[in-house]
Structure formats: structure tokens, C-alpha cells
């Protein structure tokens, strides 16, 4: 079998490393674009050190690229880094792999059952600042006719590799979570915690990626990437008190609370189940890693930080301006 070679941009953090670690299975040769050298990374990977905000510095570091057979943009979090990544590589890459988020379809109206890819995609201005990005990349990669392209919507991902963890308000990848349950302080949670939701295991995503590379059944199409298993908020925090040995107390924050405060983060409030049907027809594989065992592995190589939840970046993305408008059926619900 022939060898792939792989590019990952902003390939350092809990996908790229996961892409990485799958990938190596298969003997790719790979290529990870990052703010600095990881040392946790295999030797077998050629880190390039480069700021994509750098528009010189990203051209050179792209000239310097052969063609690639998969290109993993986890770095895109506007239409700039996107069309930067098409006009530099628009000739040496086979297959693009697009991360996007299952936060992008509209929820003005009530649901019921699992969203489906072909649900109707959010008006730009409407779900925040964070979501109004994530549109304007999809946008512009509907309009790319030249290349092959894959949009992949992921939701909560989970990684062994420094992943925070936390899936509903209060307690959204809060780095003190475990302190918190290990001292019995009592978490807040909105509805108390009887939010239903998918997640993926970071792993799943990377197996998605590999599983799809050059089919051509999912060429310019956009998939939701979760486990479809269902499950509820409350219960993912007794997994985690579980695997730490200790009990957990959930107190209730109601949701018109939630939204009053804008905190960030409301959007995690909205139930988020997500049709797979589509994946598992174009490749034959939906994710399929348990939500007890991604947990007990990112807990047991977790590595505590004592940076604020607004210093990490997941949540200063989540809580970009604008901020969301109010969903007046969730916030009415009883």
C-alpha cells in the first residue's frame, strides 16, 4: 500500500494529536504545522514551527510542502484562515479535511429528534461570534468547486491527549473541575444537568478522517461527526466522580438564568443530539469509543494547569462577540 502523506494544521492540540496517533498505525508520513515544537509529538512527525497569523511566514512554510494526500485544518477559525489554506495548497493537496462544528444549524425552531446534515445551517449574526466563524468557513468552502473538500462537525470533543473537560454550564471544560469534585464542592449545573447530548472521542475523528481520505462519496459534503450515543449531562459528571473515587452533588441553575448571565457557553444548553446515518452510508463507520472509557482516559492523563477558564482558548472562542441571541422555546421550556 502505497504511503500517505498527511498535513495537519495547528496539528499540537487534542485532534492533531490524535490524527498523529492513528495515522502512525498506518505508516503515514506526516507533517504537523504548530506555534511551537511539542515534545510529546513522535520523532517519526516533522513539526514546522509557523504562525498562520504570519501571512509570509505561512507561504514559505507552505512552499516547502510537497503534495500531500490529506490536509487536517484544525487551525481554521475564520474565512481568512481558510482561504489561506486553499490558495497555498489549492495544487498539493489531494483531499481536504475541514473542522467545523455541529453548532452551525439553526435553532430558532424546536427539535425533537436528531439534526441531520441536511438540516438548515444558522443566519450569520444569530448563534454568536464563535458560530458566525464556523459559517463564514463553510461558506466558503461550498463555493470551492476546484478541489476535493470534506467538512466534519464535530461536538465535545474528548482526547487523552490535555483534554479539559466539562460539557454544560457552569462547569464547561473547567480546569479546576476535578479539584472541585474531589472536594465535594457541589456543581451547578443548568437544568440540573439534564442537557441530552452526543460527543466524539478525538480518536473516532481521526478514524472518520483516514476511513473518508480520496472516496469520493464524500466529496463537498459536510457530515456530523458525534458517537450517536445519547446521553445525559448529569451522568457524564457521575462517570467522571466515579473514575476519580468519589461521589458527586449537582445543584440547579435554570436556564433563563444561564442566558441572562451571558457568560458564555449558552449554546451547550440546547439539547444536542445529531444524525450519523449519512457517515456510516459514505464510510461505513460512525464513532464508536465508549463515553466511559474516553473519560477514564483523559482522566488518568490529564495534566492540571492553573490558567483560568478565560485564559484557555477553547473559551475565549466560545465566548467571541457577538453573543447569541436569545432561543425564547428553550428558555420558556418547563
Known sequence: MTQKHILIIGGTGIIGKAIIEEALKISANLTVFGLSQDTSISKKVLQIVVDRKNKKEFEVAASQIGMVDI?????????????QTYFCFKEKA??????????????TEPFDTPLRGSHRLAEKGTLGGYVNKKLDIEHFWSSIKEVHWTILRPYHIISPHDSLL????????????????????PLVLCDAGRVWLNFIDARDLARIILKAAGNKKTFSKAYNTVNPQKIMAKNYYKIIAQE?????????KS??????????????????LYDVSDLKKDIGFVPNTSLKQSLKEAIALYCPTKKPVSEIPVHQRMTLLPKP??????????
Not at 166 to 185: A, T
Open 325 to 334: 441571541k436569545p432561543i425564547m422555546w428553550l428558555i420558556r421550556k418547563k
Open 244 to 252: 476519580l473515587g468519589v461521589q458527586v452533588s449537582i445543584q440547579n
Open 166 to 185: 466539562g460539557c454544560i454550564p457552569d462547569h464547561n471544560r473547567d480546569p479546576q473541575l476535578f479539584d472541585k469534585i474531589k472536594r465535594g464542592v
Open 255 to 272: 436556564l433563563k438564568e444561564i442566558w441572562t448571565e451571558n457568560k458564555g457557553w449558552q449554546l451547550t444548553t440546547l439539547p444536542h
Open 94 to 107: 489531494k483531499h481536504f479535511f475541514i473542522i467545523s462544528t455541529t453548532l452551525v444549524y439553526d435553532r
Open 71 to 83: 490536509l487536517v485544518d484544525v487551525a481554521d477559525f475564520d474565512r481568512t484562515d481558510a482561504q
